[in-house]
């Protein structure tokens, strides 16, 4: 069983969020994967494998943590795509059926990988007592994100407020399903980047996600309204750190970034 390490949302190696990815002919016991994410140690590792031909996919895609099988995962989806294009496994765009419904990476004639997500539905929240003590920053605005992501999306004052959270997880997995975004406007958007955001998931087993594509999925509308531009790019400030480009359009939203195969060996036990 072949399996890489690849680096996703970024265009250096050691840097963005790096994911496992496996194919396969078909899905193994969901018990192993499991024992493979944990053993693999990363947010997420991809399982998939070919589809007939015919279908509305080409290929059947899950994730894992360490700890659970998640409903949306974006780095490892680019990583997956990275993968097949990279090893001519497939070419062209390919149709990825999963918990989330189909979703299409696009490969760029510059390396990038665009994804198609479903935008994450933003509904306004009441701040709920403990998050700002919890998180070590008060809000200043809190929204639900769905089912999807599942997670409370919160804007600080500014940059520099993000970038120095060092927030209680344990205190932070009662405030929503998956985790926090913290998020705010960028500084300077003459670096590169037009928003910033940390993303943390203790109730998954992840107390900070390098980069997380899925958490653009509600950053990109939420900073496209608030800055009134069509497209943006945002970068996760974590200490790996990568940049996401976003476009929202509508129902769905577009996010590219590129990525980088590090690892790859055999699985020899399973």
């Known amino acids: 069983m072949r399996i890489r390490i690849v680096d996703a949302f970024t265009d250096r190696p050691f840097a963005g969020n790096p994911a496992g990815v496996l194919l396969l002919d078909a899905f193994r016991d ?5 024992k493979i994410a944990l053993e693999v140690n990363h947010a997420e590792t991809a399982f998939a494998h070919p589809l007939p031909e015919g279908g ?13 099988e ?7 989806t680019l990583a997956t795509a990275h993968v097949l294009h990279t090893t001519g496994a497939h070419q062209g765009p390919v149709r990825f059926a999963t918990r989330s419904g189909v979703l299409v990476a696009t490969p760029g004639a510059d390396g990038s990988v665009t994804l198609d997500f479903p935008t994450a539905p933003l509904t306004p929240a009441e701040v709920p007592a403990g998050l700002a003590e ?14 999807n992501v599942g997670d409370l999306l919160v804007e600080l004052a500014d940059e520099q407020t993000v970038r120095e959270l060092t927030p209680d997880h344990r205190a932070l997995a009662a405030h929503s399903e998956r985790g926090v975004i913290a998020t705010a406007r960028a500084e300077d958007p003459a670096r590169g980047y037009d928003f910033v955001s940390r993303c943390f998931f203790p109730n998954v087993g992840i107390d900070e996600d390098p980069v997380t594509g899925s958490a653009h999925t509600a950053l990109a509308p939420y900073w496209c309204e608030r800055l009134g531009r069509p497209a943006l790019t945002g970068l996760q400030a974590s200490p790996r750190s990568g940049l996401v480009h976003v476009e929202p359009r509508g129902d ?3 996010l590219s970034g590129r990525a980088v195969t ?8 399973w």
């Open 134 to 147: 919890a998180l070590g920053a008060e809000p200043r605005a809190v929204l639900d994100t769905g089912p």
């Open 252 to 254: 769905r939203t577009l």
């Open 70 to 76: 998640v409903a949306l995962c974006g780095h490892a």
């Open 30 to 34: 969901d018990d192993l994967l499991q």
């Open 262 to 269: 590090v690892i790859e060996g055999d699985l020899l036990a």
């Open 56 to 68: 509305a996919a080409d290929w059947a895609l899950r994730w894992f943590t360490p700890a659970t």
